[in-house]
């Protein structure tokens, strides 16, 4: 009896699964932005505008419900486009198409990104935490020699999670006090307690002296978002440099850090973003208009080198830092719940030239996702 | 808070919650209905009263309620020998599986074209041509379908293509040569091949087997099967290894179409019984020989010892996974190579040929199925 009510209903509570997941999705994306409007007093658009705002959409087959995400990101960066993307529309809808759910997220997992892109510059690894066992040059120890190997080294260190570190969360520096080694043996079990398994610590990255001088106390990294086409091709549809908080650690925007858009030459653009407030200087004082990428060309080469590596994901939005020798340097890599925001606000629509491209393979089935 | 999020925060719990437990008894169920069509049609004896007993009391004593003997009762009429300890399918699969294994990495890890770089430092079939999520990979680069075609048009050689995940029990496991721009399968040209595969899949060489693994069928690449468990000290255990030898004219060695399953000892030489579909050999389904004539007992895996270092070594880059059946052949240097892991909907039937899966371990993997 089970198998003949299970044989009847699993396609339709399979279909039911995916459209509640949809469905979440979309309410999750719209209460964000209700949030953020409700706390910014977020001016309405013109008439005009919210019907230039629903053609565009209607157009390519999709029904915008609301104008929030136009509203929020003409109120922040001052210029409104018709095509900027809500995120209650890209999360459920384009998202899934483009990525594919069942290798997320298992190849995201920071520990593994070292076997992935082994080839490219990552932050050197002082201990691995891979599901409980710990690893240090990458051989399974116990967790006294895991405690030891960040021990004797002897700078300050990163540690975070390697399964869902967004907006920074619990992504932490943390600096020995080297005199008294017994209390800081406590204090690194305690702290691997609180971390519990699936985490990794990591030498604090030098940051090129470009990058550090917008602040110091944070590893400034650029938010590179690539897009792969049907045909192989990688290419870059947005970069943003993210800055610190002064006595921030991290840069994260969620956290008061700030976001400046990066254009093609690699050169800032005149005018950063914080938490509601336009900027033209970085808080160590630098002007944002005189500032530039170094070896940005590097950048884009080395995100299109690692993007063909998962092609299972075809929007990635990558952190990549630069080290002191100007070099680029993978941090991690983000694919689903990819904020638009931050590209939106500083660059313009996310989806640029390949907009139409984008909302069409958001249209097709789940069989035929081939545009 | 919109009522949508107050009820999401208020029932997301239970939800999540009901979901496992779905999953969980359709593990069980699933489990139930394989064995029941094995004793359908079938005089398999019942257990001794004494044999029930103990095997309930034995489970019950590691806090698991043992709800029917079947497996017990199968591999007693298959082997001739009753242990309390076999694990059962319908308690393996559904508890102890996913305690012991991270489903979120599942199957993304055992993605085929992923493992090449996974495992890249171990020896593996070459790779001629992948596909992964539609685009063509050829030396590790993007290419065309075409491009990727002529690529496999022009290598004088036997071609093995698979789906790179989920090819379980060899399933569009297909061996296929080329002549004149036709396939061997169904005369189908290369293109219009990866056409039927749509996406995820790969194209390997052939594997030149070793000469003495290659004497017990020279149709297929016959394989062992090593279970391994990563203990709780990060020390890899080899629980238990058999060796699939295919059927006459098949492409691969499952025992689902015909292979014979013989196990293994420690030293790596074959047991007495090789065991296949029901009906063949001696009725039961066990035979003495291969059906090349080889003796099956006492017959040496060659270099076995490299086969369960290699085993070992490569369980620890995975560690996500504590317990792993590996697919293991050894080619034409009598070389370890790997073929593919499996981390779910693992088998136990191999309790059969080598008696109870978790020997040693049991305790412990037992224990560790009851870990909230």
Redesign the interface.
């Known amino acids: 009896m ?2 003949f009510f ?1 044989m009847l209903l699993t396609k339709r509570i399979l279909e039911g699964k995916q459209k509640l997941i949809q469905f ?1 999705t979309k ?1 999750n994306a719209k ?1 964000k932005i209700k949030l953020i409007i409700a706390s910014r007093n977020t001016p309405r658009l013109t008439q005009e505008e919210e019907r230039l705002a629903h053609s565009f959409f209607k157009t390519r087959g999709y029904k915008l419900n609301n104008v929030h995400w136009h509203m929020h990101l003409k109120a922040v960066s001052g210029e409104f486009y018709a095509n900027y993307i809500p995120e209650d529309i890209y999360r459920p809808l384009i998202d899934p198409k483009l990525n ?1 759910m ?6 995201i ?1 920071k520990n ?1 990104t070292y ?2 892109f082994s080839e490219f510059n990552q932050p050197k690894v002082i201990v691995h935490n ?4 710990y690893y240090v040059n990458n ?4 967790e006294y020699n895991a405690i030891m190997a960040c021990l004797k080294h002897k700078d300050s260190f990163i540690i975070k999670p390697t ?1 869902e570190s967004g907006k920074g969360k619990l992504v932490q520096k943390v600096t020995l006090n080297t005199k008294n080694k017994k209390e800081e043996q406590i204090r690194l079990q305690k702290l691997f307690v609180v971390y519990k398994k699936d985490f990794i610590v990591q030498e604090v990255v030098s940051q090129s002296e470009t990058m550090k001088a917008l602040n110091p106390s944070s590893l400034n990294t650029l938010r590179v978002a690539s897009y ?1 086409r ?1 045909d ?1 091709s990688v290419h870059i549809l947005s970069t943003v440099s993210r800055i610190g908080n002064p006595n921030s650690s991290t840069d994260n925007y969620s956290l008061e850090g700030i976001i400046c858009g990066i254009k093609e030459n690699g050169d800032f653009k005149d005018v950063a973003y914080t938490k509601g407030k336009k900027i033209q200087a970085s808080p160590s004082g630098i002007s944002f208009s005189a500032c530039s990428v170094p070896n940005y060309q590097s950048v884009k080469k080395v995100v299109k080198a690692l993007h ?1 590596k998962v ?2 994901f ?1 929007i990635i939005s990558w952190d990549i830092g630069i080290d002191i020798k100007d070099d680029p340097i993978f941090i991690e890599y983000n694919v689903y719940n990819q904020s638009l925001e931050l590209h939106q606000i500083t660059n313009g629509p996310m989806f640029g030239e390949f907009t139409d491209e984008i909302l069409r393979i958001g249209k097709l089935s789940n069989t035929r ?2 545009d | 808070m ?1 009522i ?2 107050f009820l ?1 925060g208020l029932f997301t719990g239970y939800v999540v919650n009901f979901q496992k437990r779905l999953v969980a008894f ?1 593990l069980t ?1 699933n489990a139930r ?1 394989e064995i029941k069509q094995v004793f359908k049609n079938s005089d398999i004896p019942k257990l001794k009263p004494h044999e029930i007993k103990e095997a309930k009391a034995f489970f019950k004593s590691k806090g698991y309620k043992l709800n029917n003997t079947y497996w017990h009762r199968f591999y007693k009429y298959m082997n001739g020998e009753f242990h309390k300890d076999y694990i059962p399918l319908d308690i393996f699969r559904p508890l102890i599986e996913p305690k012991l294994n ?1 489903k ?6 055992l ?1 085929k074209n ?1 493992t090449s ?2 495992f890249k430092e171990f020896n593996q079939p070459k790779t001629v041509i992948s596909n ?4 063509y990979y050829s030396d590790d ?4 379908g075409a491009f990727a075609a002529e690529k496999c048009n022009q290598q004088k050689t036997a071609f093995i293509i698979k789906p790179t ?1 989920e090819s379980g029990r060899g399933r569009m496991v297909k061996k296929f040569t080329i002549d004149n721009g036709k396939t061997s399968i169904d005369n189908l040209k290369v293109i219009d091949l990866f056409k039927l595969y749509k996406k995820d899949f790969i194209i390997q060489k052939v594997v030149e087997q070793s000469t003495q693994l290659s004497a017990l069928n020279p149709s297929t690449l016959n394989t062992l099967r090593v279970v391994s468990y ?1 203990n709780k000290e ?1 020390v890899v255990c080899i629980l238990n290894t058999y060796m699939r030898i295919g059927k006459p004219g098949c492409d691969t060695d499952n025992v689902s179409i015909g292979g014979i399953a013989c196990g293994v000892d420690e030293d790596g030489l074959l047991q007495k019984n090789g065991y296949t579909k029901k009906g063949q050999g001696n009725g039961k389904g066990i035979l003495l020989k291969t059906p090349t004539g080889i003796v099956l007992e006492g017959y040496q895996i060659p270099n076995y010892s490299a086969v369960n270092e290699m085993v070992k070594e490569m369980h ?2 995975v ?2 996974f ?1 317990i792993i059946s590996w697919d293991i052949g050894i080619d034409i240097n009598n070389t370890p190579i790997l073929v593919e892991y499996n981390t779910f909907y693992q088998n136990v039937d191999l309790q059969m040929f080598n008696g109870p899966l978790l020997r040693d371990y049991t305790d412990e993997i037992l224990a560790l199925g009851l870990e909230a």
């Open positions: 089970y198998h299970k979440n309410l209460r594919q069942t290798h997320w997220p298992a190849l997992d593994l076997n992935l891979i599901n409980g066992f051989e399974i120890v116990d399964v792969l049907q192989g063909i092609p299972y075809r996702q081939s | 919109s949508y999020h999401k359709n169920m209905k991270r979120i990495y599942w199957p993304a890890l993605d992923l770089n996974l992964i999520n539609g685009f680069k993007i290419v065309s995940v990563l990060g620890v880059l560690p996500l504590k």
